[in-house]
């Protein structure tokens, strides 16, 4: 299938900022990715355009993976093993194994995006990561010509990490994600320790949920505070939520009681992204079209009509101000084309 040229992005990035791409292809099959011309000259691999920021023109060749399949793969007396294609859309795909009654992914319900870009930045929500669940990732690989394949152990997962980043290799269009194996243990407990979660399951009186139950909790909470980007233009959390050494975050502390602060098992402290900045004046605050938004303060939303220009004065402006206040550096969360 040729390319299409001069295509515009603005439908396939959820911020919903405006750029062409020079040339433009749908990849609805691994062998597809094989084509030799695919390998020429700049490429970007585009999933769910829900962690990008597009910031004008792209002058390369955007892969878009739409990779379709999904089935259970192998079973054995510990685990489901269960394989799908890099294109399927992630909430369809974790609804989907909820059905077949093979649990474990349902903390991860409603986040945007797609199968193929979940282990990239390692997802993750109310005390989960798709880290956690998988078995091992597909891939081709550009330069060497050559599918390989990852194991869990080989990913390095961390906070919104993992090795496809860590060696530029998904923001060079190295590779290119094809399908996801994943590994959800038949021993299953629900993973409610998350305020949040164990609140709204109180509320709808549910003492021992089922993963359906924790799912439409899940589902119920991200509602109420994260704005969907089909009505609000964003792409989810828009910055880290950053992680200080132990002296930095204790100073903190003592002058903001409230600050959020969760200790991670390397001795640092992560602090809540949200609340610096809501205390530095920005939750529902506005710059041009771009701002944070009111119900969630680490959610960045496009107000209409913004450019990738416009995301960029007003996160800007609110690294600045939090730095400022509270002397912690922002680091922004999505990819910047
Ligand atoms: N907070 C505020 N004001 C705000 C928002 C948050 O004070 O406007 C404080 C509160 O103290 C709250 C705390 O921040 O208790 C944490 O907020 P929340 O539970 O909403 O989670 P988060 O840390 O802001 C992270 C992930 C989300 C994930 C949630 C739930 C990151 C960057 N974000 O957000 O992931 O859904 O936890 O687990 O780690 C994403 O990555 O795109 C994303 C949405």
Redesign the pocket.
Known sequence: MPSQQNIDLTPFNTLALPGKAARYQKITAPAQLTAGDLAEGKRFILGGGS?LVLIGDFDGLVLHIAIPGKRLLKEDSEAFYIEAGAGENWHDFVQWTLQQGWPGLENLSL?PGTVGAAPIQN?????LEVGDCLHSVSAWDFKNQAFFSVDRNHCRFA??DSLFKQEGWHLNGQIAISSVIFRLPKAWTATIR???VTQELAAQQIASPSPQDVADAIISV?QR??PNPAAIPN???F???PVVLPEQAALLKAAHP?L?QYSQPDGRVKL????L???AGW?GKNLGPVGMYE?????LVNRGGATGSDVKRTMAAVQADVLAKFGVALTP?PIFL
């Open positions: 962690n986040i997802i993750g929500a109310y005390g906070y919104r998350y305020a949040d991200r505070k994260l792409c989810g959390s910055f880290h939520n409230s959020a809540a992204a949200g609340w900045i809501e205390q939750k119900k969630q303060a680490l959610v969360e």
